[in-house]
């Protein structure tokens, strides 16, 4: 596609895209925040033209960027605050990382990804646009990345079996998680908040996410 009628089709594209996420998504932060994210440069050249389609696209070695939606879902249900710390779990090509960070001027947003390749991506990306709260971890042996928390958020990208017990006790009391539950097929988005006596859950809906791999997780891809 011609760069110029690429241009317009992502402008008319976006206009269509916040125009139905303002009709579900009641955040005005988040909707900002996600309007200052160029989501075409976190997808492959190939996927640019459907970058700002509500749907989940294809970024390489069989990962995915979460729809829009989704996002906008997750990042309201988070109530960030300006200098909140956030992890994410499952980075990816870097597009959440991107939004958190936009929400946490600051604070400080961790995002950990198992795949080299798509952690290297995400830094070249992430670098490039100038994002200076962010730091793109590799996932190690352990769910996460305590040694830089206690979190007042974490985003996990990638789907659990249960809830990380690992994770949440990176939260911080009064700490917010989202994470999608269930099996690798279907999950249901959960809000995890830690209290001084444990955690209280709250049902976000249904979704599909690539299977989280390690840990307290699936231990294949496969």
């Known amino acids: 596609m011609p760069e110029q009628e690429l241009n317009q089709k992502l402008l008319s594209d976006r206009k269509i895209l916040f125009s139905s996420l303002r009709r579900n998504i009641r955040s005005g ?18 996927e640019r033209p459907m970058a700002y389609l509500d749907v989940p696209l ?23 605050q300006p200098s909140d710390r956030v992890l994410e779990v499952g980075g990816g090509s870097g597009y959440q990382a991107a939004v958190l960070a936009e ?32 730091v793109v971890e590799d996932a190690g042996e352990t769910l996460g990345c305590p040694w830089r928390g206690p979190y007042d958020a974490i985003v996990v990208s990638a789907a659990a079996p249960n809830l990380p017990s690992a994770l949440i006790s990176q939260l911080a009391v009064g700490g917010r998680m989202v994470v999608p539950v269930g099996n690798r097929d279907q999950q249901e988005l959960v ?3 830690r209290t001084g006596e444990g955690v209280s859950l709250r049902m976000l809906g249904p979704c599909r996410f690539v299977p989280l791999i390690g840990r307290e997780a699936f231990p294949t891809s496969f």
Do not use: W
Request: charged fraction near 20%; aromatic fraction near 4%; include cysteine.
């Open 29 to 46: 932060p988040v909707l900002r925040a996600m309007e200052r994210v160029p989501r075409e440069a976190f997808v492959p050249t190939s």
């Open 58 to 80: 294809a970024i390489g070695d069989g990962q995915t960027i979460s729809q829009p939606f989704i996002v906008a879902l997750i990042t309201e249900a988070l109530r960030l």
């Open 103 to 134: 929400l946490v001027p600051e604070g400080k947003v961790v995002t950990v990804e198992l795949v080299p390749n798509l952690a290297q991506r995400a830094r070249n990306t992430l670098d490039d646009l100038d994002y200076k709260n962010i």
């Open 191 to 193: 809000c995890v908040l």
